[in-house]
């Protein structure tokens, strides 16, 4: 095996990787380097940074699913069941590209202006009927 610092002792004389090497053994003359200064040029467009972000989250998105006539009743009865025997519901619903989920207690179910209403910790949550996509 060839000798990469010779002047090292016999276990670090054959080791490429400075890290493995204790600190007193390497040369204190190394320069610094220019450190975080070459990055500064990176930094100068956040706005290229927010857009990628923005990019990369809008990939995850997906279409609102459409339910069926069979599902819609289903959710029907599930939401009737849950109103009048067990009021604490999982919903899941549909919000900007999303299925997100809530937990509470079913509170009202106002066909006028088509919302369910729920009690969940931090208050009263409205939620419109036409986004539910499940109901456990």
């Keep these: ?8 002792p016999e276990p670090y004389c054959y080791e490429t990787d400075y890290r493995k090497i204790p600190r007193e053994y390497l040369n204190s003359n190394i320069p610094q380097g220019r ?7 990176f930094k100068t467009l956040p706005e290229q940074y927010e857009r990628l972000e ?4 809008d990939q995850d998105k997906i279409d ?19 109103m009048f025997h067990d009021p604490q ?3 899941s619903y549909f919000e900007n590209g ?4 809530v937990d509470g207690f079913v509170h009202k179910v106002d066909t006028h202006n088509q919302v369910l209403q729920m009690y969940i910790d931090e208050g009263l ?12």
């Design 1 to 8: 095996m060839k000798k990469i610092s010779p002047g090292m």
């Design 35 to 41: 450190g975080i200064v070459k990055w500064a040029a």
């Design 54 to 57: 923005q990019y990369i989250k």
């Design 64 to 82: 609102k699913p459409t339910l069926s006539d069979h599902q819609m009743s289903e959710l029907n009865d599930t939401l009737m069941m849950k």
């Design 89 to 91: 519901a999982e919903v």
């Design 98 to 101: 999303y299925i997100k989920k």
């Design 125 to 136: 949550f409205t939620l419109k009927l036409s986004e539910i996509v499940e109901i456990k």
